[in-house]
Structures are given as C-alpha cells and as structure tokens.
C-alpha cells in the first residue's frame, strides 16, 4: 500500500509540472497570437490526440484539450486589443469544434436561440 501512495504522489507532482509547462505554453502563445497561430493549432490538435489515446487505453488520465481550450478561449476574450480574425479561424482549424461551430451558426439554432 506504501507504493501506491508514492506513486500517487510522483503522479501528482508529474502533472503539476505538465501543468506548469501548458501555462508557460499559453501565456507564450497569447502573447503574440497571430503570429503564433499555427503553434496554437498544433498544440490543440495535439492534446486532443494525446487526450483520445490515453483515453481510449484506459489510463487515469485527467483529459486537458478542454480546459486548455477554454483557457485560451478566455484570455482571447480578455485582450482589450482582441484579435477576432486569428481567433476565429484558430477555432475553425480545430476539427474537434467544427461541429460546436455549425450548431451555433446554423439558422434552425439561431431562430431557436433566446434573443438578449
């Protein structure tokens, strides 16, 4: 039982330093985001590969496309300077929001849609 618990531990400090270097990651990304557009693509795209095969090998793994996701997502949001053109086609590289992205946009959902 000893072992388990060192190794919960070495997992835990693993994925803090994971953490540690995606934040880095982002704030360097967010930085400069066009022109580090294809760097934020490629990093998405990545931990969604990355998220599926853990995933699908059943291994506990704690998934961060999502949240990494939404992290840029709301410091994008947050930039008084918001680059609404490299965002949005950020968005639309992403294979995984395409069908998020149509749902939104199509007209059936927008007639739905309450109106603020």
Known sequence: MANLGKE?????EFSSRQDKL?????????????????LAT?????????DRIRVANGSNWRPNYDSWLTMLE??????PDN???????????LSSRMS???YVTSPSTL??????
Do not use: H, T
């Open 83 to 93: 680059k609404d053109k490299a965002f949005a086609k950020f968005l639309l590289d």
């Open 42 to 50: 490629a990093w998405m795209n990545e931990e969604r590969y990355n």
């Open 74 to 79: 709301s410091k994008a949001e947050g930039k």
């Open 8 to 12: 919960e531990e070495q997992f835990a």
């Open 22 to 38: 995606r934040q880095v990651l982002c704030d360097y990304i967010m930085a400069d985001f066009p022109s580090r557009l294809p």
């Open 100 to 102: 998020w992205i149509f």
């Open 111 to 116: 007639k739905s849609m309450p109106r603020l």
